[in-house]
């Protein structure tokens, strides 16, 4: 029996997703991770957009188009969002939501059906995914307390809830035996230890990397409100930390943050970058900004791109309004206008800003994680530290999941040109 698993949308799926191929490996089944012909798939789908939804269910037509008789199993926020969507294509074997998602390989191993879609107010800790051989993810916490106007998640996944801290401390070790870095990641990953006995923190997790050395470490997405002094501080004092902050602002307008229920000011935000350059001036700073918010006006928009301009990013994901039913944002009017010209605008400034950053760095040394696939030209390629891809020229010789000395020398496609820096 051959398996596929597909994983939409976040990091989170992609762990998940893993963590299934992991058992069903072990019990002897041939996996794998591409759209090709298999006698099952495992769909990891995504809501966190409209567009999201619609690909999610887009992925079925693909399946049955490639293998018509394989038995497909559907998981993950679309399916908790609308599992009906889903059960009513001809070969589905099960639909389950957010929760209890290894029963998965169970169901499948016994060549089973099923459904499940109910959330489990406790963290799920029963994932194991397989060993990376360069960069590999550890999930911590799941679910959102948040309830931002614009999002559907928290009802999806539930509430924030986090990983045992013995247990994420054992699969960093794992990991340390393969990997040379690790990707902390969670729904709200922020908010990790809150729900705790005793509560724990990021900071805790970050302290487990002293033990370490070898394995360097980031966090996939972090709020603002956890930019303080004396996180900074402790991160700066782990040498294998990777100044990378992905910092979800949304908006740069001070009105369209309080209608999204965002709980801080452009200009507070603004302090939190400024924070983070003091400690790591090389950091890089990204960002996502939801372009076209059912409230933001002409004037909200240009209030946002100049928080952007002043925040200086070293990269902005942008993503027009999508509208989510049973959502507070669908009930607010629609004064947005001319969309599409606003996000064409704010993906100059973000490609401007992405080669100033570079053009900054210029001639510095940073630590280059190779990675196994080259780039589409041949060229050994991988992302240092502070998550800049780089290129080296087609030819050097580097061993992929080994971080080699370079320096920047100018823009390049989607990142950076290097140079091997001599030993």
């Known amino acids: 029996m051959k398996v596929s698993l597909i994983a939409l949308g976040c990091k989170v799926n992609q762990y998940e997703s893993e963590s299934i191929a992991k058992k069903l ?55 908790q969002n609308n599992p009906s969507s889903f059960a009513k294509f001809e070969g589905v074997y099960a639909v389950y939501g957010t929760g ?20 489990d107010i406790n963290y799920e800790d029963n994932f194991t995914p397989l060993p990376s051989h360069t960069r590999a993810y550890i999930k911590i916490q799941d679910g959102c307390n948040n309830f931002c106007s614009y999002c559907l998640i928290p009802y999806l996944r539930g509430r924030s809830r986090s990983r045992n801290f013995e247990s994420v401390k054992a699969e960093i070790a794992m990991h340390a035996k393969t990997s040379k870095e690790v990707i902390l990641t969670g729904i709200d990953l922020s ?33 603002a409100g956890i930019i303080t002094p004396e996180f900074l501080e402790i991160l700066k004092g782990l040498d294998n930390f990777c100044p990378h902050f992905h910092l979800s602002m949304q908006s740069g307008c001070d009105k369209t943050l309080k209608d999204m229920n965002r709980h801080y000011t452009s200009a507070e935000f603004l302090e939190k970058i400024k924070l983070i350059r003091k400690f790591f001036p090389n950091a890089a700073i990204t960002t996502d900004v939801i372009v076209g918010f059912p409230t933001e006006t002409e004037e909200d928009f240009e209030a946002s791109y100049q928080t952007c301009k002043k925040a200086n990013f070293a990269f902005i994901h942008i993503f027009p309004y999508s509208k989510r039913s049973g959502t507070v944002a669908t009930k607010f009017p629609n004064l947005a206008t001319n969309v599409k010209e606003r996000v064409g605008k704010l993906t100059k400034l973000r490609d401007e800003m992405a080669t100033a950053f570079v053009k900054k760095l210029k001639g510095k040394a940073f630590g280059l994680l190779v990675e196994a696939k080259l780039s589409a030209d041949g060229e050994p390629c991988g992302h240092t530290e502070n998550f800049i891809k780089c290129y080296l020229k087609k030819g050097t010789k580097v061993v992929p999941n ?3 000395k370079v320096k920047i020398i100018e823009p390049y496609k989607d990142g950076a040109m290097v140079s091997l820096e001599e030993k």
């Open 25 to 79: 490996k072990d019990n002897g089944v041939s996996v794998s991770f591409n759209l090709e012909p298999s006698d099952v798939f495992v769909l990891s789908t995504c809501a966190v957009t409209n567009e999201a939804e619609r690909k999610s269910r887009g992925y079925i037509a693909k399946i049955k188009k490639i293998s018509p008789k394989a038995k497909i199993y559907v998981l993950g926020c679309s399916s």
């Open 100 to 119: 209890k998602k290894m029963d998965i390989a169970d169901l499948i191993l016994k060549s089973k059906k099923g459904s499940n879609n109910k959330i």
């Open 191 to 223: 908010s990790y230890g809150l729900d705790l006995s005793p509560k724990s923190s990021l900071i805790e997790v970050a302290k487990i990397f002293k033990e370490f050395p070898c394995l360097r470490f980031r966090f996939s997405s972090l709020e």
């Open 402 to 404: 080994n971080i080699y």
